[in-house]
């Protein structure tokens, strides 16, 4: 297996949670919260970090509905990873999300962090329990997500 670092990112309308693994995929760590802005600028953005950080891959999470059914950002999700797929030089992977927020909040108060911090941890966090998640499950089983809306 080609070692290096998985990047993560969580999307979101407004925030995009950023996660990145060790060299080795093993762990994961939330890296940084990127204000929705541009997709110019986050393309960069992705493109630098890929650079810097030996990333081999990049992991997209993919919000299926309780049912695993599509839903409205399913769609509005699967636009942004075929654009990301489009623009970067490694794979780009999508991975089930669902329920990584609600992890990611109770994570986040676990740890006594005041809920006017936890907005800009949340997605972050989110990123990396996404990330960990294909990491433990990176044994060569599909996602079941091979198929795009």
């Known amino acids: 297996m080609h070692r290096g670092c998985i990047l993560a990112l969580d999307y979101g309308r407004k925030r995009i949670g950023i996660a990145v693994s060790d060299p080795f995929q093993w762990t994961a760590q939330p890296l940084e919260t990127w204000t929705v802005g541009s997709l110019a600028e986050l393309i960069r953005h992705v493109n630098r970090l890929i650079a810097e950080r030996n990333i081999v891959k990049v ?23 075929r654009l990301m797929e489009k623009s970067l030089p490694v794979p780009v992977v999508r991975w089930d999300e669902r329920l990584t927020t609600v992890e990611a909040s109770r994570v986040l108060q676990s740890m006594n962090i005041p809920s006017r ?27 079941g997500l091979e198929e795009l809306p």
Request: proline share 4%; hydrophobic share 40%; net charge positive.
């Open 59 to 81: 992991v997209v999470g993919f919000p299926l509905n309780m049912k695993g059914d599509f839903s409205g950002s399913t769609l509005r999700v699967g636009s942004f990873i």
């Open 117 to 143: 911090d936890q907005r800009q941890k949340i997605d972050q966090v989110a990123a990396a329990l996404l990330l960990q998640s294909y990491l433990s499950h990176q044994d060569g089983k599909p996602s």
